[in-house]
């Protein structure tokens, strides 16, 4: 399709943005664009076509988007006049509508819709590079390689940062970890840990 699109057929491109605005905007929101998203997307996509040439032949084109739809959406959100609410955030999150799988992990079980607000908030908390993996890992649903492209980083590296972003995020959100753990392997652990005493 980018070949037919570099030959010259506009209506190849279409196709394209048409295949990709959903989760396209997705990122946006995630990433903290809020209602400034479609602009994101809109000014992603041309920035791309723009790019065209420069498009690695082989490569897949949605994490190449992504990137730079990552890039307009950090620049949107650092030139903003004010920071938006977490509440707006959330509100505009829940419009979006973003496949979750559930349960893969601990920070993936707490984006059931009560638990939202809570993970966003404990977005706010990583470093950028954290929030980035775990964004395009979880909210995107891209699989490892595509998120290495994405970010421009090593797979290695995708893992060592997303391992350690699942455990920070683990440790902000004590109480909205899957409760496999159950309350039977808390006491044992508090067991272990005060000697038996009991509260």
């Known amino acids: 399709m980018i070949a037919r699109v570099r030959a010259g057929e506009p209506e190849a491109y279409a196709e394209l943005v048409r295949a990709h605005t959903g989760i396209a905007l997705r990122a946006a929101v995630a990433l903290g664009a809020g209602t400034d998203a479609e602009d994101v997307v809109q000014q ?4 791309a076509y723009c790019a065209l040439g420069r ?3 082989g490569s897949a084109f949605k994490p190449w988007l992504l990137s730079i739809v990552a890039n307009e959406a950090r620049n949107t959100v650092r030139t903003a006049v004010r ?8 509100a505009a999150f829940r419009e979006a509508e ?8 601990p920070a993936v079980a707490t984006l059931r819709t009560e638990r939202r607000a809570a993970l966003l908030a404990a977005l706010e908390q990583l470093s950028e590079e954290h929030r980035l993996v775990v ?5 995107l649903e891209m699989d490892e390689s595509e998120t290495a ?22 440790r902000l959100l004590p109480d909205l ?21 009991r509260a």
């Open 44 to 47: 992603a996509f041309v920035k």
């Open 149 to 170: 492209q994405a970010l421009g980083w090593p797979r290695g590296t995708v893992k060592s940062r997303l391992n350690r972003a699942l455990r920070r995020l683990n």
């Open 98 to 105: 973003p496949l979750i799988p559930e349960a893969a992990d």
């Open 177 to 197: 970890r899957p409760q496999e753990e159950g309350r039977e392997g808390r006491e044992g652990r508090e067991g272990r840990e005060g000697g038996g005493k």
């Open 83 to 90: 920071q938006r609410t977490l509440i707006g955030r959330e």
């Open 135 to 139: 964004t395009y890992r979880y909210l």
């Open 55 to 57: 498009f690695r032949e």
